[in-house]
Nanobody, 123 residues
């Protein structure tokens, strides 16, 4: 079993900064990718930023130049550094990870999700 635990959300004024963290723990053999999605009220969940193997990253157009994703592979942790926040960034942010768990008898590769952390940007 794998768990993703997020932290770092909160309330911030427009133009401010926040850093989100997500730590993966449990039966982990390989992490293929880690990333962040967000969902605002009444909207679909959307990709914010993703980090795959080899240091490849991709971002939603709406956050390019403002948000930075980084990983600490030794800690199985992904961060989202959010600068120049806007009211439209207000959403619940979810951590996502593509993880392979290999065992002697049973192995699996699947997507895991964190519980979500609220980010609210006031104008």
């Amino acid at each position: 079993q794998v768990q993703l635990v997020e932290s770092g959300g909160g309330l911030v004024q427009a133009g401010g900064s926040l850093r989100l963290s997500c730590a993966a723990s449990g039966s982990i053999t390989t992490i293929y990718s880690m990333g962040w999605f967000r969902q605002a009220p009444g909207k679909q969940r959307e990709l914010v930023a993703k980090s795959t193997g080899g240091g490849v990253t991709n971002y939603a157009d709406s956050v390019k130049g403002r948000f930075t994703i980084s990983r600490d592979n030794a800690k199985n942790t992904v961060y989202l550094h959010m600068n120049s926040l806007k009211p439209e960034d207000t959403a619940v942010y979810y951590c996502n990870a593509d993880i392979f768990s290999g065992g002697i008898v049973y192995s699996t590769r699947k997507d895991y999700w964190g519980q979500g952390t609220q980010v609210t940007v006031s104008s």
